[in-house]
């Protein structure tokens, strides 16, 4: 624990600053594949089309069935070294590796989130999509108006999951040497020749960060959920 204590002394500023790029990365990702996963989500329940539309449509959805299963189905590390080296190689074109991150964990986490997105638009109640198109809303204006509230409001728990879950998973990206939590550990590790002591600093960093983001989550899903009792007040009366 004293060695603990030393390095972090010796080397805080190169933890502060991986774990700053780690939750740069984690949030922007997060956010941005949420918006993939809204997307995607929300073109795979668009109901079935006939004539030439639905020929599009059946392109569409099994383009974005390949994306899903590319990418869920594949390790983060291996599309990152892909993305990361193999477009170097193949068609020398050399991208920022903080760049880099930001791409493979968005499009990552954009396929999983789609998912999750496609399974809260299928849970809500047909009869709400019967009764506004019956008021003459377009699909598009469903989406917008009535679904995606309830949609976000029911993903929740899964998208600050999946937001947990990038913040361990980021440490992946030092394959890519990006300056993140891991990365910083292997270099400090590389400099004090303690890697035991080294790694137990980044373990309690990982742990403060997650189980910190975790409380915030369920505070905000406890919000969302309003009061459990209500009180109708009528007059001097007051009826719960």
């Known amino acids: ?77 291996v599309q990152a070294m892909l993305l990361y080296y193999g477009l170097a190689q193949f068609y020398s074109i050399q991208i920022d590796k903080m760049l880099a991150a930001y791409i493979v964990v968005s499009v990552n986490t954009g396929a999983y989130m789609s998912e999750v997105v496609r399974g809260g638009i299928i849970s809500i109640d047909k009869g709400q999509f019967e009764a506004a198109q019956a008021g003459g809303m377009s699909h598009l204006q469903l989406m917008l108006y009535v679904i995606a509230p309830q949609t976000m409001r029911n993903i929740l728990p899964a998208t600050g999951n999946e937001f947990v879950i990038n913040i361990k998973d980021t440490s992946v990206l030092n394959v890519i040497s990006v300056g993140e939590l891991f990365f910083a550990a292997k270099t400090v590790a590389g400099l004090s020749f303690d890697t035991f002591s080294t790694y137990f600093i980044i373990l309690v960093i990982y742990l403060v960060l997650t189980s910190v983001i975790t409380q915030i989550l369920k505070f905000i899903e406890m919000r969302l959920e309003g009061p459990k009792s209500y009180e109708l007040k009528m007059g001097n009366q007051i009826q719960v």
């Open 1 to 77: 624990m004293e060695k603990s204590i030393l390095i972090f002394n010796k080397y805080k500023m190169m933890f502060l600053i991986g774990t700053v790029n780690t939750l740069k990365i984690s949030i922007l990702s997060t956010i941005i594949g949420l918006l993939i996963g809204l997307i995607v989500g929300g073109i795979r329940t668009i109901p079935k089309q006939k004539g030439l539309k639905g020929v599009i449509q059946k392109f569409v959805n099994l383009i974005l069935s390949i994306y899903i299963q590319i990418f869920r189905g594949t390790p983060m590390i």
